[in-house]
């Protein structure tokens, strides 16, 4: 392409560029300086000179977050159609369609009554009212973390380092938006009263969300993502709740999501050993107990024993912690050693002829595929 060359004065030019390099230089050396001295200075901690983040591009951690996040997007159109969401392409509608063309009689029924007002009939027709109202007490306890899991994540983008770590995070932005709000029509068209959030969960959550720098990922990726993990497992093989496997392999991510950074910035010995923090790690987690024992009659109605379902959670979750280096006050042999007997002690106290079990070692995860998932990321622990 030809462009007309216009004049111009070169040394008003150069002049200009003396006067911004001047200016550049004192702004930057005032920024360092209260930056040093805690004071303010540059909020951003992104690397200009290299068109990067500050610690670098964190490619791999960007193809195994960012890239593969991208990839496994789900579109909820899709996955709940009868749904009120239309989040799919022109593209992929046309796709759709021709799957549509393509199906047998019998295909095409079962399509049509999934895709209409029908879908909650299915839900009246497979479960009790008892039962639908555990399953949404169970639900909307993680749709509420889910809220606060949107916040905590969109609050650890200033936190992290690298191109890679930020994209990561970014990615978990929108897949916890995404979960927030396609989990609540789920839950809603269960057509029961959605409780509040209790206060044991409400403590967990609001300590996550205050929690300095990196314990934010502790407490959201760590504890707060294995439980919804293990929520998704256990309900994701039930008639018209199969959309939580994806929930669930979105969530198998995010729980990584910690091990990968610290594996490239790893926590400071001071940030693992800390005293202090090792003590408020713990108290985010210790209300996830009497959490569970408050949720004892859903998960029994649904006939789940809910100290399998405790002591998976807190197993996954120490494994976890351990792995990306968050200590706790005690070691993780110590604190199974706790949970069981604090599991068994209740079970004593509030069940006829209980007899000791090792509830650490249970498995409530249901489903081939959610079981090969969590494999993946727990291997031996699982």
């Known amino acids: 392409m030809h462009f007309q060359k216009l004049p111009y004065n070169e040394r008003a030019a150069r002049a200009n560029r003396v006067v911004e390099d001047a200016t550049n230089r004192a702004v930057r050396g005032v920024d360092k300086v209260l930056g040093q001295m805690h004071l303010g200075g540059r909020a951003a901690e992104y690397d200009d000179e290299h068109y990067e983040f500050l610690g670098g591009p964190s490619d791999s951690m960007r193809r195994k977050h960012y890239d593969r996040s991208l990839h496994l997007l789900w579109k909820a159109e899709q996955m709940l159609p009868w749904s009120t969401f239309h989040d799919a392409t022109d593209d992929e509608r046309a796709l759709m369609e021709m799957a549509e063309k393509a199906m047998r009689d019998d295909e095409k029924v079962q399509r049509d009554r999934i895709t209409s007002a029908e879908f909650r009939a299915l839900l009246n027709r497979e479960y009790t009212p008892d039962q639908k109202r555990a399953i949404v007490a169970i639900l909307s306890a993680i749709g509420h973390g889910e809220a606060y899991a949107w916040l905590v994540s969109a609050s650890m983008l200033p936190e992290v380092k690298s191109t890679g770590a930020k994209a990561a995070v970014t990615m978990q932005v929108m897949e916890e938006a995404k979960h927030f709000v396609v989990l609540r029509e789920l839950v809603q ?104 024992m408050r949720m004892e009659p859903e998960l029994c109605e649904l006939g789940i024993e809910p100290f399998d379902f405790a002591g998976s959670v807190m197993r996954k979750v120490m494994t976890l912690a351990d792995r990306a280096g968050f200590d706790l006050p005690t070691s993780s042999a110590s604190l199974a050693r706790f949970f069981n007997e604090v599991f068994n002690g209740y079970c004593r106290a509030t069940r006829d002829g209980h007899v000791w079990k090792d509830f650490m070692r249970a498995e409530t995860t249901n489903g081939v595929e959610t079981s090969a998932v969590e494999r993946e990321i727990f291997g031996a622990a699982s």
Request: aromatic content about 12%.
């Open 189 to 292: 068209a269960f057509e029961v009263e959605v409780p509040r959030l209790q206060v044991w969960e409400y403590l967990i959550l609001e300590s996550s969300l205050k929690a300095r720098g990196l314990d934010r990922f502790f407490g959201m990726n760590v504890l707060i993502e294995t439980i919804a993990l293990s929520i998704f497992g256990l309900l994701a093989d039930k008639p018209g709740l199969e959309v939580l496997r994806l929930f669930h392999l979105d969530e198998s991510r995010h729980t990584a999501l910690p091990y990968n950074y610290t594996k490239e910035f790893p926590l400071t010995r001071w940030d693992r050993r800390n005293p202090v923090r090792r003590l408020r790690r713990l108290q985010m987690v210790l209300p996830a107990l009497p959490f569970v």
